[in-house]
C-alpha cells in the first residue's frame, strides 16, 4: 500500500444512530406495556427468557459470582450486550440497508416470542414489542436520514478517494458521516424523550402505591400459637457470630423474578386442585380465619457454597399447610405438591415432608410485619428442612396434588434433583478470612445448622491436627441455626482453621467437598489466619 494512503477513522454517528434508535424502541415498549401487563415489557419479557433458558452451569455460575446481585448483573450485561448489538445496526444500515433495520425488526421478533411465552400471556402481550420494532426502525432511519446520502468510496493507486457526486453537498465516503448539527439536535431530542417516556412507563409498570397501601393496612393477626420466646444464651453475636434472628432487610434473596411482583391480598387467590377430593379456592380472608401458627425458623438456598451466606433465621407467621391440604383432601398415592408462583415458577415438595408435624407454615408474616415484597407478599411457603427450590415458594397462588413420576418443577427440569433436604452444615463467622491478629487468644465464632434435625455438637481444628469442641449457644430449636464460639490460643505463623458439625443421631457433616449442584454443596468451611 502507498505511503500516501489516506486513512480515515470510523465516524461514530451511525453507531449513534443505532443505540439511540434501540433505546427510543425499548421505550416504546415500556410505555406500550403499561395497559397490558409488567410481563409484556420487551426488555423484561427477553431477561425473564434469558433466566429460564439459561443451562444450570450458568445460572450455578451468576449466582456464584453475584450472589443475591445476580439479577443487576443481569441487566447489566442485557445492556451492554443491546448497545453493542444496536450501534452495530447503525453502521449495517448505513452501509447495507436494510440489515439494520432488520435486525431491529428481528428485536421485536424476539420480544414477541418472550413475552407470549411469560405466564398467563394473552396476545396483547406481543403489542409492546411490535410497538418497540416498528419505533426502532422509523427512529433508525430518520436518524440516518440526517447524515445525509451515503456516496461510494473508491480507490486508486492505493489511496481511498470520493467516489461519484450526490446530490447532497454534505454526502461523505462509505463509512464516514458527519455529525452534523441537524443530526446532533435530533439524536439529542430523540434519546432525550426516549429516557423520559422509558422512566415513566418503568414507573406506571412498577407502580406499587397500591400494594404499598395494602400492606400498609394490614395487621397481622395473633397466632393461636406463638413461638417460643429466644432465651439468654441462644444468641451469641456479641462474639461475633450472626445474629440470630435475621433482619428482613439482611435476609438473603434468591429467585427468578426479574420484576418483583405486585399482588395484593384482594386479588390474592389460592387454587387447590389436581389429586384432591374437592377442589378449593382460598381467599386473603379465608386464610385470616384459619389459626395461625408463629415459628423461627431458618430457611437455606440450594445455590449456598460451602461456608455461604444464602441462609437465613427469621420469625414465621402463618397457617399449617397440613390444614391448609385438609380442606381439599389429599387422595392416596399421591406425593407431591406442585406450587406455582405468580409469575410462573414451579416448585414441587414431598407432601409427607409437609404433613408429618414440622412446622411447615403458609405464611404471611416475617419477624412480626407483613411479608416483605421481595419475599413474597402476601403469601409465600415455608418448610423446615427444604432446600428452598422444593419448598419455599414465594408469590404462591397455585397448588396441584399431584406425583413425583407425573410432574416436574423449574428446577428440577434443569437438572437440580426433585428431593431437597438440607445438608448439615458449619461456617466461620469471624474473624475475617486472610485477617492478621496478634499471638495470644483469639475467639473465632460461627454458625451451624442441620434443620429438623438438630445440632449435637460443633468441633475445630487448627492446620490438620485433632478436632477440638467449640462452645455451642443455647439451642432454640431443630429448625434453627445454631451458633458456636472456639477460643483459640494461637501461637505466630499462618494457620488453618476447619470446623464441622455433628448432629443429634451422631452423623458428622460431610466433609468430601461438592458444588451445590444438584442437590446442595457439601465440605469444610476452612479460614486462614495470620498471628504475629
Not at 505511503?3 to 443505540?19: D, F, Q
Not at 410505555?31 to 409488567?38: F, K, N, Q, Y
Not at 454534505?170 to 443530526?183: E, K, L, Q, Y
Request: net charge negative.
Amino acid at each position: 500500500m502507498s505511503s500516501t494512503t489516506t486513512r480515515r477513522s470510523l465516524s461514530p454517528a451511525p453507531g449513534i444512530a443505532g443505540v439511540v434508535a434501540v433505546g427510543a424502541a425499548l421505550a416504546a415498549g415500556e410505555l406500550a406495556a403499561v395497559p397490558i401487563s409488567p410481563d409484556a415489557s420487551p426488555y423484561f419479557a427477553v431477561g425473564s427468557s434469558v433466566v429460564d433458558l439459561s443451562p444450570k452451569p450458568v445460572r450455578d455460575w451468576a449466582i456464584d459470582t453475584f450472589g443475591t446481585a445476580d439479577k443487576l448483573a443481569l441487566f447489566v450485561g442485557m445492556g451492554v450486550l443491546i448497545a453493542v448489538i444496536a450501534a452495530a445496526c447503525g453502521y449495517l444500515e448505513r452501509r447495507r440497508p436494510p440489515l439494520g433495520s432488520l435486525v431491529v425488526a428481528a428485536f421485536g421478533v424476539v420480544g414477541v416470542i418472550a413475552a407470549l411465552n411469560r405466564p398467563n400471556a394473552t396476545w396483547t402481550h406481543a403489542v409492546p414489542s411490535v410497538v418497540a420494532g416498528v419505533v426502532g426502525v422509523l427512529v433508525l432511519r430518520l436518524l440516518l436520514a440526517q447524515l445525509g446520502p451515503r456516496r461510494a468510496a473508491s480507490r486508486k493507486d492505493g489511496v481511498e478517494t470520493d467516489g461519484a457526486e450526490t446530490d447532497d453537498v454534505d454526502a461523505r465516503p462509505a463509512g464516514r458521516a458527519s455529525m452534523s448539527r441537524r443530526f446532533v439536535l435530533t439524536a439529542a431530542g430523540v434519546a432525550a424523550v426516549a429516557v423520559a417516556a422509558g422512566a415513566v412507563g418503568r414507573k406506571m409498570l412498577t407502580d406499587t402505591a397500591g400494594v404499598i397501601a395494602d400492606r400498609a393496612r394490614i395487621l397481622l393477626p395473633t397466632p393461636r400459637t406463638s413461638a417460643p420466646p429466644v432465651p439468654d444464651g441462644v444468641d451469641l453475636s456479641g462474639s461475633g457470630a450472626t445474629s440470630f434472628i435475621t433482619d428482613n432487610d439482611d435476609f438473603y434473596r434468591i429467585d427468578t423474578a426479574l420484576q418483583v411482583p405486585t399482588l395484593t391480598t384482594e386479588d390474592w387467590r389460592l387454587r387447590i386442585h389436581g389429586d384432591v377430593d374437592k377442589e378449593v379456592t382460598l381467599t386473603w380472608d379465608d386464610l385470616l380465619a384459619m389459626p395461625m401458627t408463629e415459628r423461627i425458623v431458618t430457611l437455606t438456598c440450594v445455590s449456598n457454597e460451602v461456608g455461604g451466606d444464602l441462609v437465613g433465621n427469621a420469625r414465621w407467621l402463618g397457617v399449617p399447610m397440613r390444614d391448609v391440604l385438609e380442606l381439599a383432601g389429599v387422595k392416596p398415592g399421591s406425593d407431591m405438591l406442585l406450587s406455582t408462583s405468580i409469575d410462573g415458577w414451579t416448585c414441587g415438595t414431598p407432601i409427607s415432608d409437609v404433613t408429618d408435624g414440622r412446622d411447615a407454615l403458609l405464611a404471611i408474616g416475617m419477624n412480626g410485619s407483613p411479608l416483605p415484597f421481595e419475599h413474597g407478599y402476601p403469601v409465600r411457603q415455608v418448610v423446615p428442612g427444604l432446600y428452598g427450590y422444593v419448598s419455599a415458594t414465594k408469590w404462591v397462588v397455585d397448588w396441584e396434588i399431584t406425583r413425583f413420576s407425573e410432574a416436574k418443577a423449574y428446577w428440577t427440569t434443569r437438572g437440580w434433583s426433585a428431593m431437597g433436604p438440607i445438608k448439615m452444615a458449619s461456617r466461620f463467622d469471624r474473624p475475617a478470612d486472610n485477617s492478621e491478629h496478634p499471638a495470644g487468644e483469639v475467639v473465632v465464632a460461627g454458625t451451624a445448622w442441620a434443620q429438623h434435625t438438630g445440632i449435637e455438637r460443633v468441633e475445630v481444628r487448627v492446620d490438620q491436627g485433632p478436632w477440638q469442641p467449640a462452645e455451642l449457644a443455647a439451642e432454640y430449636s431443630i429448625d434453627t441455626w445454631r451458633q458456636w464460639r472456639f477460643p483459640w490460643q494461637a501461637t505466630k505463623g499462618e494457620h488453618t482453621l476447619e470446623c464441622r458439625a455433628i448432629d443429634k443421631l451422631g452423623r458428622a457433616q460431610i466433609e468430601r467437598y461438592q458444588a451445590t449442584a444438584p442437590d446442595g454443596a457439601s465440605g469444610l468451611d476452612d479460614h486462614v489466619y495470620t498471628i504475629v
